[in-house]
């Protein structure tokens, strides 16, 4: 059974940074593509880095050069380093892994639906930018 819980979110003024961490028991193995995906009111969610269980990782463009993805399977934790944060990063942030047979991190990043209908999610964690 995976299990997913997301922490590090808060409030930070616009260029500031945060750490999101997502503790995530039985996922980190070899076998199972894990990312973080963000969703605001009203939108769809959205992918916003992912990666697979050989360390590959992949960005959405919105997000490259300021976010980094990373994990340490020995400490079963998922991370998300932001920097540079502007307001349109504000959103709920939300962990999730999929076994890696069903799909790779390129194509977890760009279907969240499909992530969301056969993957594992957290309940999420909010991330505020603002002056």
């Known amino acids: 059974e995976v299990q997913l819980v997301e922490s590090g979110g808060g409030l930070v003024q616009p260029g500031g940074s945060l750490r999101l961490s997502c503790a995530a028991w039985?996922?980190?193995?070899?076998?199972?593509?894990m990312g973080w995906f963000r969703q605001t009111p009203g939108k769809e969610r959205e992918g916003v880095a992912t990666?697979?269980?050989?360390?590959?990782?992949h960005y959405a463009d919105s997000v490259k050069g300021r976010f980094t993805i990373s994990k340490d399977s020995a400490k079963n934790t998922l991370y998300l380093q932001m920097n540079s944060l502007k307001p349109e990063d504000t959103a709920m942030y939300y962990c999730?892994?999929?076994?890696?047979?069903?799909?790779?991190?390129?194509?977890?990043?760009?279907?969240?639906?499909?992530?969301?209908?056969?993957?594992?999610w957290g309940q999420g964690t909010q991330v505020t930018v603002s002056s």
């Open positions: 999730a892994a999929i076994y890696g047979a069903l799909m790779t991190a390129s194509q977890a990043l760009g279907d969240a639906v499909r992530m969301r209908n056969f993957g594992y």
């Open positions: 990666i697979d269980s050989d360390g590959t990782t």
């Open positions: 039985g996922a980190t193995s070899m076998k199972y593509t």
